[in-house]
Antibody, heavy 117, light 110 residues
Framework: EVQLVESGGGVERPGASLRLSCAAS????????MSWVRQAPGKGPEWVSG????????GYADSVKGRFTISRDNAKNSLYLEMNSLKAEDTALYYC??????????WGQGILVTVSS | QSVLTQPPSVSAAPGQKVTISCSGS????????LSWYQQLPGTAPKLLIY???KRPSGIPDRFSGSKSGTSATLGITGLQTGDEADYYC???????????FGGGTKLTVL
């Protein structure tokens, strides 16, 4: 069974940093691209970043480019999102999803990130 | 405003059919595969349709997808109360170099 479990969320001040992790299991992790997708309260999903199977190709939404960094460790079956210079508008539920740049066939349960002074 | 345009809401009676539209441009729907997602209240989105019209394993054939030019449609037949959810379309946008989603359509089964 495919499982994606996010961790590392919390409440941070504007300008702070946070690192999200996603532990994957139930499939051959290094066969798949992965993404982070966020959803603000009452809003639709917003793709944040994607990474191909070996980390050689990475993409970011304009809203996070230069502030967020996606990475993966295939040996640990893990996906990461380093979030710097956090803004209030980054407040959302962050999902780890299988798939990089087209469709996302499995999603985690999400982890809440709140940016507030 | 979302790059992909969906109607905010649709409704139909149990057992009936409903369609949800998704409109975009040549930089997204017109030249890339489209996916549809169902989001039940309080849960993560779930992939319903990928590559315009393919269903993942476990998705009933009551759900169908089609695409023509820069627009796409999700069809749901034999509506059930359990189909009440938000539905989103999504695809790659070659101009933005980003995945884009529609604003979502809330389906009410009356």
């Amino acid at each position: 069974e495919v499982q994606l479990v996010e961790s590392g969320g919390g409440v941070e001040r504007p300008g702070a940093s946070l690192r999200l992790s996603c532990a994957a299991s139930g499939f051959t992790f290094d066969n798949y691209g992965m993404s982070w997708v966020r959803q603000a309260p009452g809003k639709g999903p917003e793709w944040v970043s994607g990474i191909n199977w070996n980390g050689g190709t990475r993409g970011y939404a304009d809203s996070v480019k230069g502030r967020f960094t996606i990475s993966r460790d295939n040996a640990k079956n893990s996906l990461y999102l380093e979030m710097n210079s956090l803004k209030a508008e980054d407040t959302a539920l962050y999902y780890c999803a299988r798939g990089a740049f087209l469709s996302f066939d499995y999603w985690g349960q999400g982890i809440l990130v709140t940016v507030s002074s | 405003q979302s790059v992909l345009t969906q109607p905010p809401s649709v409704s139909a009676a149990p057992g009936q059919k409903v369609t949800i539209s998704c409109s975009g441009s040549t930089s997204n729907i017109g030249n890339n595969y489209l996916s549809w997602y169902q989001q039940l209240p309080g849960t993560a989105p779930k992939l319903l349709i990928y590559d315009n019209n393919k269903r993942p394993s476990g998705i009933p054939d009551r759900f169908s997808g089609s695409k023509s030019g820069t627009s796409a449609t999700l069809g749901i037949t034999g509506l059930q109360t359990g189909d009440e959810a938000d539905y989103y379309c999504g695809t790659w946008d070659s101009s933005l170099s980003s995945v884009v989603f529609g604003g979502g359509t809330k389906l009410t089964v009356l």
